[in-house]
């Protein structure tokens, strides 16, 4: 079975760093990209990061020079550094496994979250 | 303003069909993309309802489908059940942002 767990949020100044963790189990982790996807309170979805298997990383505008995304394959965990957080970084993270076939990616697996709270 | 839209919200009671429309552009769907959907239920973490426009994954009940016409892709739901209330998010790449994109969200009421 599938299991992403997340954890390190919480209540951050402005200004302030977080760094996020993923477990991974139940699948060949360093097979697959894994996301970063939030959704503040009441609000949508927004992808956020993702890292491939190969380790090449990518960013939304709103976060990119802020966030860094980073995995290590032989423990099966997924981070993500938050530097410089603003009020609106506040949201629910959510660990996303990304799986596709032939050329359509998707999110076939999602974390249960963990809350970021940026305010003073 | 999300790169992909969708109706804040739709409605239907039990035993009713009800789509979920997601309107992109020639940046996204209208280039090709493909579109996945998921569903929200409250206060829980998104499920995977739809990948690649059309295909449903296992374990989701075939009452649910998609399907696509030109840079416009519906969600459609038959047999409405209480269950299936729900916030339902599209998703696609974005050529031009050279990142995924989700839609608003619609809002599904069952009456």
């Known amino acids: 079975e599938v299991q992403l767990l997340e954890s390190g949020g919480g209540l951050v100044l402005p200004g302030g760093s977080l760094r996020l963790s993923c477990a991974a189990s139940g699948f060949t982790f360093n097979n697959f990209a894994i996301s970063w996807v939030r959704q503040a309170p009441g609000k949508g979805l927004e992808w956020v990061s993702a890292i491939t298997s190969a380790g090449r990383t990518y960013y939304a505008d709103s976060v990119r020079g802020r966030f860094t995304i980073s995995r290590d394959n032989p423990n099966n965990m997924l981070y993500l550094q938050m530097d410089s957080l603003r009020a609106e970084d506040t949201a629910v993270f959510y660990c996303?496994?990304?799986?596709?076939?032939?050329?359509?990616?998707?999110?076939?697996?999602w974390g249960q979250g963990t809350l970021v709270t940026v305010s003073s | 303003q999300s790169v992909l839209t969708q109706p804040p919200s739709v409605s239907g009671a039990p035993g009713q069909r009800v789509t979920i429309s997601c309107t992109g552009s020639s940046s996204n769907i209208g280039s090709g993309h493909h579109v996945n959907w998921y569903q929200q239920l409250p206060g829980t973490a998104p499920r995977l309802l739809i990948y690649?426009?059309?295909n449903r994954p296992s374990g989701v009940p075939d009452r649910f489908s998609g399907s696509k016409s030109g840079t416009s892709v519906s969600l459609a739901i038959t047999g409405l059940q209480a269950e299936d209330e729900a916030d339902y998010y599209c998703q696609s790449y974005d050529n031009r942002l050279s990142t995924w994109v989700f839609g608003g969200g619609t809002k599904l009421t069952v009456l």
């Open positions: 690649g426009n059309t």
């Open positions: 996303a496994k990304e799986d596709h076939t032939g050329t359509t990616p998707f999110i076939d697996y």
